[in-house]
């Protein structure tokens, strides 16, 4: 383990109970917690300081709203953990946020534990990512190639960009390629193991990390396993029905 330090979360939360309440639950874990109560003031503070380990962002927010702030955030910064919290019945919140790159969500009430189990997923991930390593750090199936330490993927020469949760899906699928992944497997480990959503999320990033990594190549690396789940491998399976318009496959040689 490299030296440690206390990991710094900027809260933004403009509900004056719920930041104070968190606020004292999360140092109480040992973290550091800044707390700012509007969107724009957030968002300063999120860009001035370079050294949050995490954020936590409400949605709903004076001055400039959560997912507007997740938006500029993300121009500058892809790779900086951030946890919305979302109304409960603001699905289509918690999709754009998603899509606009936030790392994972609780939805309002939600238990403290959730959100710790949630915050100690991502900062997991985070310190792996950390990592100094010697020699670049890399995956590598078939043609394409992750390198975790620059965070780049590449894949017959050409750079694919990911979001954050495409990349550790991408990371996670790797890792375990040619062995079955079940949806819950999927989700305990790219989203956290307490993650309460529906296991549909999957489905949705495998399509996203497909167009990237898959469609446009010759071979395809992700498998679906009906009612199973999800299998990464080098050689396109020939029972497999093509899912996304039917490519012909010709041997890349
Ligand atoms: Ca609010």
Do not use: C
């Amino acid at each position: 383990m490299k030296s440690f330090r206390m990991s710094r979360i900027l809260l933004i939360e403009d509900e004056e109970r719920i930041a104070r309440v968190l606020k004292l639950e999360l140092e109480h874990e040992g973290y550091e917690v800044h707390t700012q109560s509007d969107g724009r003031t957030g968002l300063d503070a999120a860009l001035s300081e370079p050294e949050w380990d995490l954020i936590l962002l409400d949605v709903m927010l004076p001055e400039l709203s959560g997912l507007e702030v997740l938006r500029r955030i993300r121009q500058v910064n892809a790779i900086l953990p951030i946890i919305l919290l979302t109304a409960r019945d603001a699905v289509s919140d918690r999709v754009s946020g998603l899509d606009q790159g936030a790392n994972d969500y609780v939805t309002k009430p939600f238990a403290t534990v959730e959100l710790l189990a949630r915050i100690r997923s991502l900062l997991r991930q985070r310190s792996l990512q950390d990592q100094p390593a010697e020699e670049p750090y890399s995956l590598k199936i078939d043609d394409l190639t992750m390198d975790l330490k620059s965070r780049s993927v590449v894949r017959e020469g050409a750079a694919i960009e990911l979001t954050p949760t495409e990349f550790e899906l991408l990371r996670f699928l790797i890792q375990h390629q040619d062995e079955v992944m079940t949806r819950e497997q999927i989700i305990s480990e790219v989203w956290g193991y307490d993650f309460v959503g529906d296991t549909n999320v999957v489905d949705v990033y495998i399509r996203y990390l497909r167009q990237k990594v898959d469609k446009p190549f010759s071979s395809k690396l992700i498998q679906t396993i009906r009612g199973v789940g999800y299998l990464m491998k080098a050689e396109p399976s020939q029972t497999e029905e093509a899912d996304d318009g039917s490519v012909a496959k010709e041997k890349p040689l």
